[in-house]
């Protein structure tokens, strides 16, 4: 089925290590994004891309870094971990053919840093 | 900056109860408003959006009328169900031919009873 696939769906990591976070869309979607959902706080968006080989910096990129070598990927590495970093982290994509359709979400990724 | 607020949680009903979840927003330009829902275990999904002034969004029997007057886009439906029972955001994406990643509220947990 077409859509924004994550793995892993849980990690538990100890404080600095590094992992990364998988995310992959099969629907030529040039826009993704990475976001991270903490209770009462809503998503903020941490880093996105609007095409293969272009990131920036969304509201807290601290800690995270992101590559876009391919369309279709978006792996988001976490350098040192910190318990900060516990969170529910979400990838979503869009076409940029339409500037106002909504996002595909992934099911999300539960991490949790002790 | 862009900055979407809604009424804090959790909202409770009975089953066929009318529901209304405030939500008002600040942006410059013309932005794009969307509310997402997220049931249980699952990531976000487009439940409705409006584009341009005085629009309406609705789908699943949900409405939500963008009055830029008041700067807000209340969702709101006539009749709930215990399926329903989810929690709503509203997110805004704004104008202009800048970054369109979204701006979340924090988010309001519907809880609707039998």
């Known amino acids: 089925n077409a859509g924004v696939t994550q793995t892993p769906k849980f990690q538990v990591l100890k404080t600095g290590q590094s992992m990364t976070l998988q995310c992959a869309q099969d629907m030529n979607h040039e826009y993704m994004s990475w976001y991270r959902q903490d209770p009462g706080m809503g998503l903020r968006l941490i880093h996105y891309?609007?095409?293969?080989?272009?990131?920036d910096q969304g509201e807290v990129p601290n800690g995270y870094n992101v590559s876009r070598s391919t369309t279709e990927d978006f792996p988001l590495r976490l350098l040192s971990a910190a318990p900060s970093q516990t969170s529910v982290y979400f990838c979503?994509?869009?076409?940029?053919?339409?500037?106002?359709?909504?996002?595909?979400f992934g099911s999300g990724t539960r991490l949790t840093v002790v | 900056g862009n900055s979407v607020t809604q009424m804090e949680g959790p909202v409770t009903l009975s089953e066929e109860a009318f529901l209304t979840i405030n939500c008002t927003y600040t942006a410059t330009g013309y932005p794009s408003l969307f509310w997402y829902v997220q049931y249980p275990g699952e990531g976000l999904q487009l439940l409705l959006k409006?584009?341009?002034?005085?629009d309406k969004g609705s789908n699943k029997g949900f409405e939500a009328t963008y009055r830029k007057e008041t700067t807000s886009f209340h969702l709101e439906k006539g009749s709930v169900q215990v399926s329903d029972s989810a929690v709503y955001f509203c997110a805004l994406s704004p104008g202009g031919t800048g970054r369109r990643a979204l701006t979340f509220g924090s988010g309001t947990r519907l809880q609707v009873q039998p």
């Open positions: 979503a994509s869009r076409t940029s053919r339409d500037a106002d359709y909504g996002y595909t």
């Open positions: 409006a584009t341009k002034a005085d």
């Open positions: 891309s609007v095409g293969a080989g272009i990131t």
